[in-house]
């Protein structure tokens, strides 16, 4: 298993060394893990970089790429990109180089992935973690960033701790599938932003309480700066934009639900008026909001991926195949229905197979297959 290590760095000389001389230590005891290191620096003043230079040469699995001051958030990106296209990680692990986050933790979050875990996350906040050290405006910061924003605010509740580095992601099928290349944040919010992004493709999250510590050498780069402020309004305005993009897609669905119902209510309507056998009515009428639903889905809830041509024409022919079932369920239950309460209990026997057996089906059928195809 390749698991590759990524530390940011900002003037951390005293460090750095050290951080790798640990990393490669502890990997040592795993006799299946190759170990790969990747600091991210930008062009550190205090010459980080030609520390990690020295430990290159006596290792091949250490990495330097180095890069303008951008931000925390840019390089992480930056190191995720280096570890998923050329370090072909299995496993990601990020972390900071001042050692508040123990490194000594790290086999414990590799074995969770082992276990099956796709995210697995370093955390201060579940029973057995503990904090050392730190000031009220330490906490005030976190707690403001961590509860009110990241948990209220945005909504992620996948974790509880959403602002620390230090965590193991699992590369295939899960990071793979994360459209790095659109991350933008400059600074901190990138934390919550890669938690959303994750949360989104649906996979297996876990927590593992840590002691976070204090710093030992060198210093923060939190606290009353230019960076600082950017990056603040950088994390409420991520958190926003989250709670947007999570409640817009909420109710555009429920909208184009409730439309494809009155739909399939008027078609069937005409054609039970027209002296058509209810069960068919209904099965054409529930076609026909399948067939709504695809369309407005497309043009609309999913309005930045919108696809056209012989790829929407395949989709469809996918999201009838996979929508036939609620078509049957309909026609059956009309079938029955009229049979034992005559015709005129068409209406009702639609009504009940909708709520109580359609939106239940296509909920399982949805999240089974079509947001699968629809993620790539
Ligand atoms: N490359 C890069 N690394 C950064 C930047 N800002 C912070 N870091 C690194 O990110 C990690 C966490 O930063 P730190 O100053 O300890 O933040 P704190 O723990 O919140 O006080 C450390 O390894 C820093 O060197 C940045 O702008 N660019
Ligand atoms: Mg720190």
Not at 130 to 150: C, E, M, P, T, Y
Not at 169 to 184: E, G, Q, T, Y
Not at 191 to 203: A, D, M, N, P, T
Request: net charge positive; with cysteine.
């Amino acid at each position: 298993m390749k698991i590759a290590h990524i530390i940011p760095t900002y003037n951390e000389k005293d460090n750095i060394g050290l951080m790798i001389g640990t990393i490669f230590r502890i990997g040592r005891k795993y006799r299946s893990w190759q170990n790969y290191v990747i600091v991210v620096d930008d062009q550190s003043p205090d010459g980080t970089s030609s520390i990690v230079k020295k430990y290159q040469q006596k290792n091949k699995n250490i990495f330097l790429l180095l890069k303008k001051k951008e931000g925390l958030g840019r390089a992480l990106v930056t190191g995720y990109q280096f570890a998923v296209n050329k370090v072909k990680a299995d496993v990601v692990i990020p972390n900071d180089a001042d050692f508040q986050w123990d490194p000594e933790d790290y086999p414990k979050l590799v074995k969770k992935i082992g276990q099956g875990f796709d995210v697995v996350v370093a955390s201060r906040h579940v029973a057995g973690s503990k904090v050392v050290g730190w000031n009220w405006f330490r906490k005030l910061n976190h707690d403001i960033s961590n509860s009110l924003l990241a948990w209220l605010v945005a909504g992620v509740h996948e974790v509880r701790d959403h602002a620390g580095n230090f965590k193991a992601i699992r590369v295939k099928n899960c990071l793979d599938r994360i459209p790095l290349v659109k991350m933008k944040n400059a600074g901190f919010s990138f934390q919550l932003h890669i938690l959303y992004e994750l949360s989104k493709i649906g996979v297996k999250f876990t927590e593992v309480p840590v002691t976070f510590k204090e710093r030992r050498l060198g210093v923060s780069k939190i606290g009353f700066n230019r960076y600082y402020i950017r990056d603040i309004f950088e994390y409420i305005k991520s958190s926003i934009i989250i709670r947007i993009d999570r409640s817009e897609r909420f109710f555009k669905y429920g909208v184009v639900g409730i439309v494809g119902l009155i739909l399939q209510t008027l078609l069937s309507k005409l054609l039970v008026s027209l002296n058509i056998e209810p069960f068919i009515a209904v099965s054409v009428g529930a076609e026909a909001a399948i067939a709504s639903n695809f369309l407005m889905n497309n043009y609309w809830t999913f309005n930045k991926h919108v696809i056209s041509g012989m790829e929407l024409i395949n989709k469809f022919i996918q999201f009838n195949a996979a929508s036939i079932g609620a078509v049957i369920i309909q026609g059956i239950v009309v079938f029955f229905g009229t049979l034992i309460f005559g015709k005129k209990a068409w209406f009702w026997s639609m009504i009940f197979a909708v709520f109580f057996l359609v939106i239940p089906y296509s909920y399982f059928i949805y999240n089974r297959y079509i947001w699968k195809t629809h993620e790539h």
